[in-house]
């Protein structure tokens, strides 16, 4: 075809594994949707360092909306239905990320996706998150749809094992990672963001993990 290489619909979709999916750019038409409706979130559950169950802050500065919420301190990783911070219940899921989610889910082969959390995580410069598994949801049939915003990061995607070697992949502003089933416990984590600024998102990388939690 002879305009195959103009890319015009943007990259195909890449399978990393038998139930991964990387939908490049997936987002690129909602962004400035998403981005409206996240400041509201930010100003009512602001970014915050959250203290791993051994006492560290966090380098990742994270927040949540949704029903439940991602928190971790001295007692542990969990759920939450409130912002630990404010006491507030977190705030709602707006229907643009949910039909976003259930979309992304949907192109990568998972129906009905419904999620009730949204973690979302600030990343600086130099800013890493060391290699770990999602487990602390209720049901792990269930994919998890995770959204890349700003700068770009390499992800580690490892197996089921921590020692396991992990294949790097790249995600840009826009990028939309879904993966499930038998991959849904796979080691995971991003590699230090490389100093940068991105047009529109400025010095930092922004990523919005969707889950159905409870
Ligand atoms: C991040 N993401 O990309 C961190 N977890 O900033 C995750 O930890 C993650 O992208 C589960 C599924 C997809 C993810
Ligand atoms: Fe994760």
Known sequence: MIQSDLDLFGPSPQRLAAQTVLLPGFVLPQVETLLDDLRPILRAAPFRHMRTPGGQAMAVALTNCGSLGWVSDQQGYRYSTHDPLTQQPWPALPESFLQVARNAAETAGFDDFTPDACLINHYLADTKLSLHQDHDENDFAHPIVSISLGL??????GGMQRKDPTQRIALNHGDVLVWGGEDRLRFHGVMPV?????????????????RRAG
Do not use: E, S, Y
């Open 194 to 210: 490389k100093p940068g600024t991105h047009p529109r998102m400025g010095a930092r990388r922004i990523n919005l993990t969707l």
């Open 152 to 157: 770009p990061a390499v992800f580690l995607f």
